[in-house]
């Protein structure tokens, strides 16, 4: 992603939401994962109702309204802020169907929610890892620029794929209107189903964290910086 018109340093009044939401974001994303999918599964917290789900993915929300704006009006972070932020908000509203889709698994439109809570949620991850490198520009530290950079272009395109394996095997899934072979190959990827989670999801999943905490260091230590403290 070009991030040539991201701010070359934030605003001072900036910094503290920037930390605040980065560090919020680096819990809140596996938190969230666990708690949706464990929901939509009726493995956990059945005993509580939808409002763990709506707990973690409203908190989610509440940490991507504490990213500041770009200050570069028309800039790719800005654009990825505002789409995060209407994807978390979308979460947030959605996430109660997880638990009735756990209830009535055969209702349709709990079924169908629950499928645009998944790609909402998956699209959230690849816009985080959009804006990311524009934060991490935002200080004067090429190394951590070019890490970040790389590591969230990575994750990027692992998240497209996975969400491209998904659909093939959610269709091969089908074997009424499907031939043999292809009856064959989606239960190869079915049998498949856990190294392919970990492969497309757990895996850039980690990568994003680690991007977000370092990119929340940086901002502390620009904090102390400006503060005279170190």
């Not at 890490?147 to 969400?163: K, W």
């Not at 498949?192 to 497309?200: D, K, Q, V």
Request: charged share 15%; glycine share 8%; aromatic share 12%.
């Amino acid at each position: 992603m070009d991030v040539s018109h991201a701010p070359s340093q934030l605003p001072a009044r900036a910094l503290p939401g920037l930390i605040q939401g980065l560090a919020g974001l680096a819990w809140a994303l596996p938190l969230g994962m666990v708690v949706c999918v464990q929901t939509a599964r009726q493995i956990g917290f059945w005993s509580l109702g939808p409002w763990p789900a709506v707990a973690v993915t409203g908190w989610l929300y509440l940490c991507t309204l504490r990213l500041p704006s770009s200050f570069n009006p028309g800039s790719s972070w800005d654009g990825s802020l505002r789409r995060s932020r209407s994807l978390a908000l979308l979460l947030w509203g959605l996430s109660p169907f997880l638990y009735w889709h756990a209830r009535l698994p055969d209702h349709p439109w709990f079924t169908l929610m629950t499928g645009i809570t998944g790609v909402a949620g998956w699209w959230l991850l690849i816009e985080v890892n959009r804006f990311l490198p524009a934060a991490a520009a935002s200080f004067e530290d090429p190394r951590l620029t070019h890490e970040v950079r790389g590591l969230c272009h990575v994750n990027r395109v692992i998240f497209v794929l996975g969400g491209l394996v998904w659909l093939m095997v959610r269709v091969l899934a089908q074997p009424d209107s499907l031939p043999a072979p292809a009856e064959r190959y989606g239960l190869l990827l079915l049998r498949l189903e856990a190294p392919l989670w970990m492969f497309f999801l757990v895996a850039p999943l980690a990568l994003t964290l680690a991007c977000l905490w370092k990119t929340r260091e940086a901002a502390w230590r620009e904090l102390l910086r400006r503060a005279g403290l170190q």
